[in-house]
């Protein structure tokens, strides 16, 4: 079993063919299915800001409640 090596170009063209044909193996999501992933990562973005803001309120109040006793 001898092996040629393939010369820097031919590395490319190889690495260029075997990307085009994963390419057309992806399953592309549609348009609704986009939009609908995009709302849900909004809707938990906005959920998570409001706990976060919530728990910093507590915590101000806690230390400025502690701090000024």
Known sequence: M???????????????RE???EMKKVVWPTFKKIRQNTLVVMLYVLIV???IWVLDALFTWG??????R
């Open 49 to 51: 800001g409001i706990v």
């Open 19 to 21: 990307v085009k044909a």
């Open 63 to 68: 230390i400025s409640f502690i701090i000024n």
């Open 2 to 16: 001898e092996k040629t090596k393939m010369s820097f170009f031919q590395r490319i063209a190889k690495y260029v």
